[in-house]
């Protein structure tokens, strides 16, 4: 997708624009009921959203995955919507839904060896935004698999 036009949804998070190609777009929901916390996970899962159009959408808390060092900490008490990443079950929460952007790919400042952020796959000056790859923010999700729910 990134060696022709291509489309993103730009989104807010912590004061930090995100955006997501629309080929790996898989919807946004609105967050309007209290997530499901599991006992016992990591700090950057919010909890399950069920969903009538998406199933149960494991919600990600975007600011302190991004930006951990910088996270704020009323963060997650904002959130209002999540990006669904692909065709996964995988929820983003974000502040806010902007715009669709079309971009060239010589406007993005395209990142090389990202050893560091694997996630990020470039910068766009004009719009003060971080293109995510969804690929390999999948495949880092799938390593830090979520431990089994305790039973009772």
């Known amino acids: 997708w ?4 291509f489309e993103c949804l730009l989104f ?7 955006a997501v ?8 929901l609105e967050i309007e009921e209290e997530l499901r916390p599991l006992f016992g996970q990591p700090d950057w899962f919010l909890g399950l959203l069920p969903s009538k159009t998406a199933g149960t959408v ?3 808390d975007t ?7 910088k996270y704020p900490e009323d963060a997650c ?7 669904l990443v692909g065709s996964s079950e995988w929820g983003l929460a974000c502040h806010s839904v902007e715009e669709a952007i079309t971009l060239e790919p010589h406007q993005v400042r395209w990142r090389n060896g990202r050893r560091r952020r694997p996630w990020l796959a470039g910068t766009v ?3 003060m935004c ?4 969804v690929s390999a923010l999948l495949e880092l999700l799938e390593q830090h698999r979520l431990k089994s729910v305790p039973r009772k």
């Open 12 to 18: 807010k998070v912590a004061g930090l624009t995100l």
């Open 21 to 28: 190609p629309l080929v790996e777009l898989g919807g946004v």
């Open 63 to 69: 600011a302190r995955w991004v930006m951990p060092e």
């Open 77 to 83: 008490k904002l959130f209002k919507y999540l990006i």
């Open 2 to 5: 990134a060696q022709q036009r």
């Open 130 to 133: 971080a293109i995510l790859d």
């Open 58 to 60: 494991k919600a990600i």
């Open 125 to 127: 000056v004009e719009h």
